[in-house]
């Protein structure tokens, strides 16, 4: 399974940016899904995850900012990101929950700065 994330860019605080993510192959829509981020010097952490019928859970840091959606008609995760703060600032991934380190991709840069 091949997982491309895009959608990132610089934003201001305040302002929303809508990252994708688009999977290869079949059985996409029986995976758990999430989005992981990463800033300079931190640990990569999980940001918010999607189950196969839709269920969503998310950090604590997001929860009421971050929306995770998916559509399986399509292979693809979504992650609208509203209220930015410049601490959100990292590389966003996604991938299985839990993850699976042959299908970490490149991941996509959200930049939250004035």
């Known amino acids: 399974v091949q997982l491309q994330a895009s959608g990132g860019g610089l934003v201001q605080p305040g302002g929303s940016l809508r990252l994708s993510c688009a999977a290869s192959?079949?059985?996409?829509?029986?995976?758990?899904m999430g989005w992981y981020r990463q800033a300079p010097g931190n640990r990569r952490e999980l940001v918010a995850r999607?189950?196969?019928?839709?269920?969503?859970g998310y950090a604590d840091s997001v929860k009421g900012r971050f929306t995770i959606s998916r559509d399986n008609a399509k292979n693809t995760v979504y992650l609208q990101m509203n209220s930015l703060k410049p601490e959100d600032t990292a590389v966003y991934y996604c991938?299985?929950?839990?993850?699976?380190?042959?299908?970490w991709g490149q991941g996509t840069q959200v930049t939250v700065s004035s």
């Open positions: 991938n299985k929950e839990p993850p699976l380190r042959a299908f």
């Open positions: 192959g079949s059985i996409f829509s029986a995976y758990v």
């Open positions: 999607i189950t196969s019928g839709g269920s969503t």
